[in-house]
């Protein structure tokens, strides 16, 4: 384990709103390949730390090591060049340009042709761009108007885009937010397959506890701030603390997922 | 190309007051210890007397009282800049409107009490007509809310200020309708007739009178705001119009009665006006500049920040003359740049909630023209190059003029449409094109080609420059703020007589001899317009063009992909503004002679109708635009007096009625039909509407 090597790695992150400790102290680390889940209830400081990572927000104190470079005072952009892909809670496209255009500016971007004003995109990774929507199901829909998509299909063309720069990371936002049950399950096993192939690390908040508790490798709580538990999922659900904060939702899920078993 | 803003018919004084400058002359006019004597020799273009020579030149007084005197001048200015501004502000906050029409009222106002006071004597008369002035207009005002502002409330921002701004033209004609053409001087306030002695340095007693006023109505204000339920209903609508709604409150109302304050205001900041300035029908776009840029350095919807802004404006101007006599407008805009790099949302403005859609958000996704549609287009313009063979030398002229338009229009709409940028002055880099020329042929004496070719810099230049700051901006602080630069670079070649001639132009601009014949011009023109148009449609399938269009999409995802969106905006407002250097350029020489009209905001409105006209979420629209409207523009002209009142009146017909424009609604006609025919091939057609 310990020759796989460390993507990121964070120290002692905090950052407060006036009196108020929105992230407090924070502390983890992901491996390469490694799939890592951030839960807590809401005002936790989830989305307040993602930001800080994400570079559209800035912390108080702490250290943000990716990939050997300290990313703090980084706009977003230039964290997205050290490798890192991003999906957003609610999902962020080009909604009038096709799913595969939607794919070609990314990789436009990438290949550092954003100022190039004379060629054709049409045909600049035409290729490419297919291969990265066959990868999430995406292939029949490429000539499609990307503002005509189901949710779902939104979802999953927003992971081929967080793919175009052949991302170490990825940072996922409630990947599965506003979906239906058994599209958040295959989105999940697509991510988790992608991440293993390619040993991409994955960091996501999520409040579907099966979705953590099935794909994530490992968790870590947050809770006003702090961080109180992390581990392997069996771990973190028999964690005592843990389940006060989530008033019993683990035997929910125990419930579903006996039930979803014998099915 | 005389703009219709300035108005045709020779019974009007050609280049009236508008030239005045967009801030007041009023330095110079402290500086000279005296308010109205160069405003009285731009306006009237005659030489003062000996008598008011002597009058004005005797008492010049120590320093210090005189820089005290300058303070308390720029103190007076503030208080009528302040009642429009802060009216604007407090639209904009409940409806998120910016009224362009608000100069047209402030000079309503005007008009109004100079009638009033007139005709009722005493000193309640006077004060009884400022008042009961203010008050019609704002009757005035709720009329036009009631029966055009409700039905644009939810239309882009970009729409409401074209309506709005057409009203402004409609009530430019009116007012000379009803009033005349000529300047109108009103009676003195009664009470302060004299001017007060400080140390040899006169003050008029009214600006004093001023000076006191604004802070008075800057406290009822806010006493209305925090004190009344309505003030509170006014604050929770600034904030959240949405809630307010749900809560029950009666918004048709609310939207109608804040209206009608920020029209009072207006009003009452132009009656006021009348002790001290002449009442002219220019006054409308002289102060919506200045209060534009009030509101962009005080921030939108801050009263106190149009309060503030205000004071530090006036006192600008009336310091700035000192420093830059000759272009006084510079320190304004130095100060306006810092501000914008500092607080972006301007000294107590609150970041503007999520931007509503950008026109051109709503088109079906892009395509290359189809081979049949790439022939067509080819047929056309084959066409277009066959006029010469039967069409005489007049007609080639406004053939030219309109190829050169193409071009204008077809680089404001790339910026518009594809970078979802709405400049509202897009004229300044054709002017600039224009005088780059003009620098050129006549100063340094280049041949024709040369100077078409490194003419277009000057554009290029200034776009860099302004372009670099407002792309920092998004919505109607782009707008206002393109505007404002529109507006300064028009003063500068207005103030700067030993460069630019002033209000005389550069003349005897002339084409090569290879290029003089009409026939010859117009073939330049039409195939510099081809290449032009080829050149944008090529930058738009780019990869830059997609990584603009992007960045317009969603700033949050290209940010998200490493797209430094400020950086692609900026080079598309450079191209834009390259572009439209091109077109002024060729206009030099089609005209043979450059003035600050084709730097002006008619001529930037000009554009932005075009690009409406044509539609501004098609590809084609605005050649269709520039060729449809400039052809009617031309006819209009010759066939009436009142152009203004015609062309504002269809604008805001358009904008209400047809906000897809020619090409966007026969498409639209187009899909429907095919619809019936095909329902399969409809439902892939259909428009993409954005979910925010």
């Not at chain 1, 971007?109 to 995406?138: H, I, P």
């Amino acid at each position: 384990m310990s020759m796989v090597p460390t993507l990121l790695k964070v120290e002692a992150l905090s950052k407060s709103y006036g009196g108020v400790h929105a992230v407090r102290a924070v502390s983890f680390e992901l491996r390469a390949g490694e799939i890592l889940a951030l839960i807590g209830p809401n005002g936790a400081g989830k989305s307040t730390c993602f930001d800080m990572l994400n570079g559209q927000n800035t912390p108080d104190s702490g250290r943000i090591t990716l990939l050997g470079e300290d990313t703090i005072g980084r706009k977003p952009r230039a964290i997205w060049r050290l490798g890192v892909g991003r999906t957003f809670q609610i999902t962020a496209t080009f909604p009038t340009m096709t799913v595969r255009e939607n794919v070609q500016v990314a990789l436009v971007s990438y290949g550092r042709q954003l100022f190039n004003l004379w060629g054709s995109t049409a045909k600049f990774a035409r290729d490419e761009a297919g291969r990265l929507l066959d990868l999430v199901g995406m292939g029949g829909y490429a000539e499609r108007p990307c503002g005509e998509l189901a949710y779902g299909d939104l979802k999953r063309l927003e992971l081929a885009i967080a793919l175009a720069n052949q991302p170490r990371l990825l940072l996922m936002d409630e990947p599965t937010a506003g979906m239906a049950p058994r599209e958040r399950i295959e989105l999940m096993r697509l991510t988790a397959r992608i991440a293993r192939e390619q040993s991409i690390g994955v960091l996501f908040t999520e409040h579907d506890m099966d979705v953590v508790f099935e794909h994530a490798d490992r968790i870590l709580v947050l809770n006003r701030g702090s961080l109180i538990a992390e581990g392997s999922p069996e771990e973190v659900r028999g964690n005592p603390q843990v389940r006060a904060i989530y008033l019993g939702e683990g035997l929910v899920y125990d419930a579903r997922h006996r039930e979803g078993a014998g099915a | 190309m005389r703009g219709y803003l300035r108005g045709s018919n020779s019974q009007r004084q050609p280049r009236t007051a508008i030239q005045v400058s967009w801030f007041e002359t009023r330095g110079v006019a402290a500086l000279l210890t005296m308010r109205d004597y160069p405003t009285l020799i731009l306006r009237r273009r005659e030489a003062p007397s000996r008598r008011m020579k002597a009058r004005y030149f005797t008492n010049a007084g120590p320093p210090m009282a005189f820089y005290f005197v300058q303070f308390l001048t720029g103190l007076a200015s503030a208080a009528s800049l302040f009642l429009v501004a802060s009216g604007l502000s407090i639209i904009f906050g409940v409806t998120r409107i910016v009224n362009f029409a608000h100069g047209a009222f402030y000079m309503l106002g005007a008009y109004v009490a100079f009638t009033l006071t007139e005709r009722f004597a005493g000193a309640l008369g006077f004060w009884g007509g400022i008042v009961a002035a203010a008050l019609v207009v704002a009757v005035v005002g709720v009329l036009v809310e009631m029966v055009l502002l409700r039905r644009i409330y939810h239309a882009p921002e970009l729409f409401q200020l074209l309506a709005t701004f057409g009203l402004t033209l409609m009530v430019q004609d009116i007012v000379v309708m009803i009033w005349g053409p000529d300047d109108l001087l009103g009676r003195r306030a009664p009470g302060f007739k004299g001017a007060v002695d400080f140390f040899g340095q006169n003050i008029p007693s009214y600006d004093l009178f001023l000076i006191g006023l604004s802070p008075v109505v800057l406290g009822i204000l806010w006493l209305l705001f925090q004190r009344t339920r309505w003030g509170v209903l006014v604050r929770a609508a600034t904030q959240d119009r949405d809630m307010v709604a749900a809560l029950g409150v009666n918004q048709k109302w609310l939207f109608t009665s804040v209206f009608a304050l920020g029209v009072f205001l207006a009003a009452l900041g132009g009656a006021l006006q009348i002790p001290r300035d002449a009442v002219h029908h220019a006054l409308d776009l002289r102060i919506i500049v200045e209060v534009f840029v009030v509101v962009v350095i005080g921030g939108l919807g801050s009263i106190i920040g149009a309060f503030v802004a205000a004071v530090l404006v006036s006192e600008l101007n009336a310091f700035g003359i000192l420093i830059f006599p000759k272009i006084s407008i510079i320190l304004v805009f130095l100060v306006m740049a810092v501000v914008l790099i500092v607080r972006p949302w301007g000294l107590f403005g609150k970041p503007e909630a999520a931007a509503r859609r950008t026109p051109g958000l709503t088109v079906n996704p892009w395509r290359p023209l189809t081979s049949a549609e790439r022939l067509m287009s080819v047929g056309a313009l084959a066409l277009a190059a066959m006029l010469p063979l039967f069409a005489g030398n007049y007609a080639l002229t406004v053939g030219s003029e309109i190829a050169i338009f193409v071009i204008f229009a077809a680089s404001l709409h790339f910026l518009m449409s594809v970078g979802g940028l709405a400049s509202f002055g897009h004229a300044a880099y054709f002017g600039l094109g224009a005088y780059g020329v003009a620098f050129l042929a006549k100063a340094a004496g280049l041949p024709m080609i040369v100077s078409l070719l490194l003419g277009p810099v000057l554009g290029l230049l200034g776009a860099a420059v302004f372009g670099f700051f407002a792309v920092q901006l998004s919505g109607v602080y782009f707008a206002m703020l393109t505007l404002a630069f529109a507006q300064i670079v028009w003063s500068i070649a207005f103030q700067w007589v030993s460069v630019t001639g002033g209000d005389n132009g550069i003349l005897g601009v002339w084409p090569d001899k290879w290029a003089a014949g009409p026939a010859a011009f117009y073939w330049l023109s039409l195939a510099i317009a081809a290449f032009a148009v080829v050149v944008l449609r090529v930058i738009v399938f780019s990869p830059f063009g997609f990584a603009l269009r992007a960045t317009r999409d969603s700033p949050l995802r290209s940010e998200a992909i490493g797209i430094n969106g400020k950086r692609v905006q900026w080079t598309a407002f450079v191209i834009a503004g390259t572009v439209a250097g091109i077109g002024g350029a060729l206009f030099a020489y089609l005209k043979g002679s450059v003035f600050p009209d084709s730097l002006g905001i008619s001529l930037s409105v000009d554009a932005l109708v075009m690009v409406l006209l044509g539609g501004v979420e098609t590809v084609s629209g605005a050649v269709i635009g520039a060729i449809v409207f400039k052809a009617a523009n031309i006819w209009l002209v010759s066939q009436t007096d009142l152009s203004k009142l015609v062309l504002g009146g269809f604008i805001v017909l358009m904008v209400v009625a047809f906000p897809k424009g020619i090409v966007g609604t026969l498409e639209t006609i187009w899909n429907r039909r095919r619809s019936t025919e095909d329902k399969k091939s409809a439902l892939a057609t259909s428009r993409v509407e954005v979910a925010e």
